[in-house]
């Protein structure tokens, strides 16, 4: 990592177009706005790579209403959880994370409202869930929440099998062929 000091970040439409010194910056750029920022710090994002975005909102409900969990734990906690995880790591620098619950277009959803980059694993099992009752159910409801973020540059997509070991080899050999 290298520190650049009296450096200029160049943005248009969102994205950055150059980070250069800013004598240079003045000279090659005409800007429409300009912002200074003498004594703060520009860094990358950081990933939370945890595979559980909102994994500590559901341990906290699960040790304080433990007999309601089940209940409680719907589409609607999956978005309010998300958006209190996301607010969370937006505090510490966090500008992306990773996601495996049985509520994925929720995550989906929210992160994408939010615009928080989000890889979300999709729930592939043998048995019934809240995402879907039979393997079959999972994997098309996941092709079809894949297909729908497809080209979305916030947003990525992968199976997530819950328990490898309980998968039949034809939901695998689909797998497989649904990952093509």
Same mark, same amino acid.
Request: hydrophobic residues 35%.
């Given at each position: 990592?290298?520190?650049?000091?009296?450096?200029?970040?160049?943005?248009?439409?969102? =994205? $950055?177009?150059?980070?250069?010194?800013?004598?240079?910056? *003045? %000279?090659?750029?005409? +800007?429409?706005?300009?912002? /200074?920022? !003498?004594?703060?710090?520009?860094?990358?994002?950081?990933?939370?790579?945890?595979?559980?975005?909102?994994?500590?909102?559901?341990?906290?409900?699960?040790?304080?209403?433990?007999?309601?969990?089940? =209940? $409680?734990?719907?589409?609607?906690?999956?978005?309010?959880? *998300? %958006?209190?995880?996301? +607010?969370?790591?937006?505090? /510490?620098? !966090?500008?992306?994370?990773?996601?495996?619950?049985?509520?994925?277009?929720?995550?989906?959803?929210?992160?994408?409202?939010?615009?928080?980059?989000?890889?979300?694993?999709?729930?592939?099992?043998?048995?019934?869930?809240?995402?879907?009752?039979?393997?079959?159910?999972? %994997?098309?409801?996941?092709?079809?929440?894949?297909?729908?973020?497809?080209?979305?540059?916030?947003?990525?997509?992968?199976?997530?099998?819950?328990?490898?070991?309980?998968?039949?080899?034809?939901?695998?050999?689909?797998?497989?062929?649904?990952?093509?």
């Amino acid at each position: 990592m290298q520190l650049l000091e009296d450096h200029s970040l160049l943005v248009r439409d969102g =994205r $950055i177009l150059d980070i250069l010194p800013s004598s240079t910056a *003045t %000279l090659r750029y005409s +800007a429409t706005r300009y912002c /200074s920022e !003498i004594s703060h710090l520009l860094m990358p994002g950081m990933g939370q790579c945890a595979s559980r975005g909102r994994h500590a909102c559901c341990c906290a409900l699960q040790r304080t209403k433990p007999a309601q969990s089940n =209940r $409680i734990v719907n589409p609607d906690f999956a978005r309010d959880s *998300t %958006l209190a995880a996301i +607010a969370e790591m937006l505090k /510490s620098g !966090i500008t992306c994370f990773c996601d495996r619950s049985y509520f994925p277009e929720e995550t989906l959803r929210t992160a994408n409202e939010q615009g928080m980059r989000v890889v979300v694993g999709m729930p592939v099992t043998e048995m019934p869930t809240p995402w879907a009752g039979t393997a079959a159910q999972s %994997l098309t409801r996941s092709l079809g929440l894949r297909d729908k973020y497809k080209g979305d540059p916030l947003v990525s997509t992968a199976f997530a099998p819950r328990a490898a070991n309980t998968l039949s080899d034809a939901t695998f050999a689909r797998l497989r062929h649904a990952g093509r």
